[in-house]
T-cell receptor, first 114, second 116 residues
Framework: EPEVTQTPSHQVTQMGQEVILRCVPISNHLYFYWYRQILGQKVEFLVSFYNNEISEKSEIFDDQFSVERPDGSNFTLKIRSTKLEDSAMYFC????????????FGPGTRLTVL | DQQVKQNSPSLSVQEGRISILNCDYTNSMFDYFLWYKKYPAEGPTFLISISSIKDKNEDGRFTVFLNKSAKHLSLHIVPSQPGDSAVYFCAASGGFYGGSQGNLIFGKGTKLSVKP
């Protein structure tokens, strides 16, 4: 059973459109992470989120990206104006936030930008 | 800047034999290392981890070895099974980029094929 679920499993959008990817934790954890994997490349950290605030973000996570937990449960990643290079698998993970913490990943959302 | 490197993109092993997957890292501040297994169109699945204070951790058929002086870790799978065929990612945390939040730095992965 996955530690987190993600919706949708696949999202196709036109360049310049906004997309919202959702992550639903199954258990009550405080730390969440978003990662992405462009086809054929490694998994890359985007942002970590703790207690309704961004904890840390990578240089990939620019002003086009935002995260929030609108209802205290679902955890969303928004891309405001998608670009072709945003096409990737996006993974949500949950953890405890410590440097010696195991993170458990969701099944991912495949984003295709046309 | 690859802080975590998996230099072998692929590995083919016969069923029942040992699979050895290697990983090198450059950041001596990393204090926690993990191996994930990934099938196509799925998320990474946690396999096994090791803290920097240890040099070996074992869980069933999976053993991870850490050599801090060489900044090298390896995953041993014994015996290998066809169901082990997947991409294996090495990841590390605790470095300057990970900090206390535990953000993971991944290698590029090694595709393991176990032939019956």
């Amino acid at each position: 059973e996955p530690e987190v679920t993600q919706t949708p499993s696949h999202q196709v959008t036109q360049m310049g459109q906004e997309v919202i990817l959702r992550c639903v934790p199954i258990s009550n954890h405080l730390y969440f992470y978003w990662y992405r994997q462009i086809l054929g490349q490694k998994v890359e950290f985007l942002v970590s989120f703790y207690n309704n605030e961004i904890s840390e973000k990578s240089e990939i996570f620019d002003d086009q990206f935002s995260v929030e937990r609108p209802d205290g449960s679902n955890f969303t990643l928004k891309i405001r104006s998608t670009k072709l290079e945003d096409s990737a698998m996006y993974f949500c993970a949950r953890g405890q936030g410590a440097s010696t913490d195991t993170q458990y990943f969701g099944p991912g959302t495949r984003l295709t930008v046309l | 800047d690859q802080q975590v490197k998996q230099n072998s993109p692929s590995l083919s092993v016969q069923e029942g034999r040992i699979s050895i997957l290697n990983c090198d890292y450059t950041n001596s501040m990393f204090d926690y290392f993990l191996w994930y297994k990934k099938y196509p169109a799925e998320g990474p699945t946690f396999l096994i981890s090791i803290s920097s204070i240890k040099d070996k951790n074992e869980d069933g058929r999976f053993t991870v070895f850490l050599n801090k002086s060489a900044k090298h870790l390896s995953l041993h799978i014994v015996p290998s099974q066809p169901g082990d065929s997947a991409v294996y990612f090495c990841a590390a945390s605790g470095g300057f980029y990970g900090g206390s939040q535990g953000n993971l730095i991944f290698g590029k992965g090694t595709k393991l094929s176990v032939k019956p």
